[in-house]
Nanobody
Framework: VQLQASGGGLVQPGGSLRLSCAASGSIFSINVMGWYRQAPGKQRELVAAIIIGGKTNYADSVKGRFTISRDNAKNTVYLQMNSLKPEDTAVYYC??????????????WGQGTLVTVSS
């Protein structure tokens, strides 16, 4: 299974970006799709996740500013990031928890996309 993330870049404080992550490969069903981020010198942290059925979960630091959504037909997850702050600067990674046709529960990470918020 491969995850292809895109949409990162340089944006000014207060600006917006939309990240996308498309999953491909031997996926029978998806349990959770999410976004994590890792800033320099810090641990990777959960930003947002969306589970089967559409329930969402957000880090307190992004609530009200970020929105996670999912296109089930395309196995794609999006992260709309508004009102960006310099502290949002990080490499953003998408994550997938899925089931194979043989019933195995597995996880996969995308390659990361850099988001830089700076004036």
């Amino acid at each position: 299974v491969q995850l292809q993330a895109s949409g990162g870049g340089l944006v000014q404080p207060g600006g917006s970006l939309r990240l996308s992550c498309a999953a491909s490969g031997s996926i029978f069903s998806i349990n959770v799709m999410g976004w994590y981020r890792q800033a320099p010198g810090k641990q990777r942290e959960l930003v947002a996740a969306i589970i089967i059925g559409g329930k969402t979960n957000y880090a307190d630091s992004v609530k009200g500013r970020f929105t996670i959504s999912r296109d089930n037909a395309k196995n794609t997850v999006y992260l709309q990031m508004n009102s960006l702050k310099p502290e949002d600067t990080a490499v953003y990674y998408c994550n997938l928890l899925y089931n194979t046709a043989t019933g195995r529960a597995l996880g996969s990470w995308g390659q990361g996309t850099l988001v830089t918020v700076s004036s």
